[in-house]
């Protein structure tokens, strides 16, 4: 038998839409998808829907505090099934971060089991967990029954969830958001709640009130894991006034004492958001690499808390200065980001202040606060409707009795005997038997005029403004009074401190162990370092077409100075110099040097030398060694040359006189104390020139006479009787050098 073939289908109609178009569209959709209902909190209860949803769905299994606990998994089931419909992981993951302490700074879930740790270890399985929510949670849900706040269909319709919160605790601020969107991010970092109170109550009696001047009470972030923030108060002043910024936090730590001298640093606290596992993994891996040679060991001795042992190398290491090297190489010093990014009123993204940040928790409060009161208002309303009924029944209760005995349909006959309302009517006709006691009466108008009583409050309270803030302020104080500096939870962990002041060179010469080498230099730049202080380099082998330069002595901590014809002077660390297997490497590797521009002269750094430089022109001035010392690629600017004109000669400044010669092997010599000392510029004439440039320049003492080396590397003299000629001023063309090297050269450079 054969197949049957179908009829072939209708096309569907299509519509033709440019590409750019739907791109857009698509595009935005789930931008906005992304912001609205995933990464940004909202300003008023500083909740993603998924932490709201979670919290809701607790709330529908009545984990309160101080009930029993219930599986992780079941929440997360009915959490999924009824208002999350994503990955349970994801909703796992999300309450996991909400019971971590370390995490949150005021914990939301109340966890029992395997959470995870500071370490990093993974929470267990949702199966083996339970939670339920704490005394924080039950204040952002507080009046969520009272129609405190809106609530809207859930993603099938079958039920409904609140909107937003009614937030009675500063969550945003309190314990922080992190989150990134499509095209903008949020990072705020926890906070003290009781500040948060403090100037929110300030804010409430001075609703101007700027961010600067809430600064008063909130100092800066509260990390769950403590710590110490060193930035500057008008850094962070900065930072919340704008609502963006940094906050350098360091790791808290002790030195103590052991036996016979030996001490240790003891790590109590870390930065927030660091595992450390990873920062104790981190830095064995830099002592593998000899990249701290200042410590000894580390090792983790934490139990519950944070304890950290890192071992000096030595006893005579400076404990500081140990620890500034950590703080430079690790996560032991870490930046936390600020950055206010909130959806405003649920719907509007925004980087805002800290005033504005707690202007938006506090008028949310307030229409929390008008909400529920409206809630109580009608249900007190409804009940004073109900009590007028029953006095009426009780004031007539035998003809009341009779219409109901009597009567097919009681209801409206009551109505109409009595001009009841239907609500009253139905009250009366429900209303048990064991109620027409004697006392009944009594008690009913006791209850409505204690009823009547707060409904005059309430009214009185929808009514005034000021006494609508003052509810809040009480609202505030009440939550200030239970997370107060005395409490457990409330005290501050983190402190403020500055960062101490070190010697930069110090600090550099920290990270590198110091060991002597020895520097080769080849004719054409190529620069490498030799292990110890080698005094034959005789068999080194070079580049073709290239040979030995100079070599000298240093340690791996010294700092090269490079003189270049640019008139700039750079900045080589030794350490960062190739090793001496190989031809080395280029020295324009490590600066930032033009093509045509060639090398001077090539030095170890001492400090507190004075060199005299010089220009082909025959321009120079003094300057102090420390004033040549530049940090970055790109040199520092010393000796300000013009091409054709360059840099060609250094020395350094040891005696009371000056000698020049020029390229026409003309030289004089003159007092030192005519040549000015800068820092920077073109200098002043040294020598005088028609056709000639100038060759080179050396200082000496006048009583010790002029010495130099020739081309074979010979030394020779003059006495200062034998110079007697070539004395002069500065500016003067000289006379020529005769017994001088006819390479015009002293051979002198820095000593």
């Known amino acids: 038998m054969g197949k049957r073939t179908l009829p072939p289908e209708e096309p569907a109609e299509i519509h033709e839409v440019m590409l750019r178009d739907a791109l857009e569209e ?16 909202d300003g008023r209860d500083g909740l993603k829907p998924v932490h709201r949803r979670i919290l809701y769905g607790m709330r529908l299994l009545r984990l309160d505090p101080g009930t029993a606990f219930k599986k992780s998994a079941k929440i997360v089931g009915d959490v999924m099934g009824s208002f999350h419909p994503h990955g349970d992981q994801a909703i796992y993951d999300a309450m996991v971060r909400l019971a971590q302490d370390f995490s949150s700074r005021y914990p939301l879930v109340d966890g029992q089991g395997n959470f995870g740790n500071i370490d990093g270890d993974n929470p267990a399985a949702y199966r083996y ?53 499509v095209g903008m991010a949020t990072s705020i970092p926890p906070h003290n709640a009781a500040e948060l109170c403090d100037a929110a109550l300030h804010l409430i009696d001075k609703p101007d009130a700027k961010s600067k001047s809430l600064l008063k009470w909130v100092k800066g972030p509260d990390f769950p894991t403590g710590g110490i923030v060193v930035d500057s ?32 640093v003891v790590i109590t606290e870390i930065p927030w958001l660091v595992q450390k596992s990873r920062l104790v993994e981190k830095i064995a891996e830099l002592l593998n690499e000899k990249k701290l040679p200042l410590v000894g060991d580390v090792r983790d001795e934490s139990a519950e808390d944070v304890r950290l042992v890192i071992e000096p190398k030595s006893r005579a290491v400076d404990p500081a200065l140990m620890m500034e090297s950590l703080f430079r190489l690790t996560e032991l010093e ?21 005033a504005e940040c707690l202007r938006e928790w506090l008028d949310h409060l307030r229409d929390v606060l008008l909400r529920r009161s409206n809630y109580r208002k009608t249900q007190i309303e409804n009940r004073l409707e109900v009590l007028g009924g029953y006095l009426i029944a009780y004031l007539n209760i035998d003809k009341v009795i009779k219409i109901i005995r009597t009567e097919d349909e009681p209801k409206p006959e009551l109505m109409k005997a009595f001009k009841l309302t239907e609500v009253q009517a139905d009250a009366i006709l429900d209303m048990r038997l064991r109620r027409l006691r004697k006392l009944e009466e009594f008690e009913i108008r006791t209850e409505d005029k204690n009823l009547r ?35 457990p939870l409330g005290k501050r962990r983190t402190t403020f401190a500055d960062a101490p002041e070190h010697d930069l060179a110090a600090i550099e010469e920290a990270f590198v162990e110091r060991e002597p080498c020895t520097v080769v230099i080849s004719e054409k730049g190529w620069v490498r370092t030799l292990k110890g202080h080698v005094e034959d380099i005789s068999g080194l082998a070079f580049k073709t077409d290239d040979k030995l330069d100079h070599a000298f002595f240093a340690e791996t901590t010294s700092k090269l100075l490079v003189f270049a014809t640019n008139g700039k002077f750079y900045s080589l660390d030794v ?13 324009r590797m490590f600066i930032d040097m033009e093509p045509e521009t060639a090398i001077v002269s090539l030095f170890v750094n001492k400090g507190g030398r004075k060199f005299l430089i010089a220009s082909l022109e025959g321009q120079g001035f003094i300057v102090n060694e420390d004033d040549c010392v530049g940090n970055t690629r790109k040199g520092k600017q010393v000796l300000n040359v013009e091409m054709p004109n360059e840099a060609c000669a250094i020395t350094t400044v040891a005696g009371d006189t000056v000698a020049v010669i020029g390229t026409n092997h003309k030289m004089v010599l003159f007092p030192l104390d005519q040549v000015p000392e800068m820092a920077r510029g073109r200098g002043v004439r040294l020598q005088k020139y028609t056709s000639a440039k100038l060759s080179d320049v050396a200082v000496f003492e006048s009583k010790a006479g002029l010495n130099w080396k020739d081309s074979a590397g010979r030394d020779q003299s003059m006495s200062w009787k034998e110079l007697a000629d070539w004395r002069g001023n500065r500016a003067d063309a000289g006379r020529l050098a005769h017994g001088l090297p006819k390479s015009n050269k002293f051979l002198r450079g820095v000593e």
């Open 453 to 487: 009583a707060e409904l005059k409050g309430i009214k009185s309270l929808l009514g005034s403004e000021v006494e609508q803030w003052s509810k809040v302020g009480d609202q505030v104080r009440k939550v200030r009074d239970m997370f107060g500096p005395k409490t």
């Open 334 to 354: 870490s930046k936390i980001s600020l950055n206010l990014n909130v959806l405003i009123k649920g719907k509007i993204p925004k980087v805002v202040g800290l």
């Open 26 to 41: 698509r595009y935005l959709t789930y931008a906005l998808s992304t912001i609205m209902h995933r990464a940004l909190p």
């Open 575 to 587: 350490a960062k110099l190739p090793g001496g297997r190989g031809h080395g490497e280029a020295i």
């Open 233 to 264: 108060k008008e850094a962070i002043a900065e930072a919340y006034m704008t609502g963006r910024g940094s906050f350098r936090t360091r790791a808290r730590w002790t030195q103590e004492e052991g036996a016979r001298g030996t001490w240790v």
């Open 129 to 181: 967990t339970e939670a339920r929510m704490t005394a924080v949670a039950q204040l952002l849900l507080e009046g969520i029954d009272e129609d405190g706040v809106e609530f809207r269909p859930n993603y099938d319709g079958q039920t409904k969830e609140p909107v937003v919160m009614p937030g009675g605790f500063p969550n945003l601020l309190a314990n922080g958001s992190q989150g990134i969107a």
